[in-house]
């Protein structure tokens, strides 16, 4: 059964650092992509970073525009696990924060994933 489990939540005051995590078990996922999503009051769960892989065993980072400079996602295939630092946090970046896995390579690193964790809280306070 695969799981994926979310640690390293919490409240933080503006301008201040987060690091979640993500461990995977029930199989590997070291080529196909996973990333982080997030869902704040209100709003819909949108794309915050992924990690893909392509042929060549190269990965590549993708970041939305809200976080980009500010977020860097990373990820331990020895571990089974996916990083999500988060520095010079804003208010607005207050959500649910989610990790997702594909289940099988896709071109698209946005859309698609079929694993997802229970979610793991971030406030930020101004």
């Known amino acids: 059964q695969v799981q994926l489990v979310e640690s390293g939540g919490g409240l933080v005051q503006a301008g201040g650092s987060l690091r979640l995590s993500c461990a995977a078990s029930?199989?590997?996922?070291?080529?196909?992509?996973m990333g982080w999503f997030r869902q704040a009051p209100g709003k819909e769960r949108e794309f915050v970073a992924a990690s893909s892989w392509s042929e060549g065993n190269i990965y590549y980072r993708h970041h939305a525009d809200s976080v980009k400079g500010r977020f860097t996602i990373s990820r331990d295939n020895a571990k089974n696990t996916v990083y999500l630092q988060m520095n010079d946090l804003k208010p607005e970046d207050t959500a649910v924060y989610y990790c997702?896995?594909?289940?099988?390579?896709?071109?698209?690193?946005?859309?698609?994933?079929?694993?997802w964790g229970q979610g793991t809280q971030v406030t930020v306070s101004s």
């Open positions: 997702a896995a594909q289940s099988r390579w896709s071109s698209n690193p946005y859309q698609g994933y079929v694993y």
């Open positions: 029930g199989r590997t996922f070291s080529n196909v992509a």
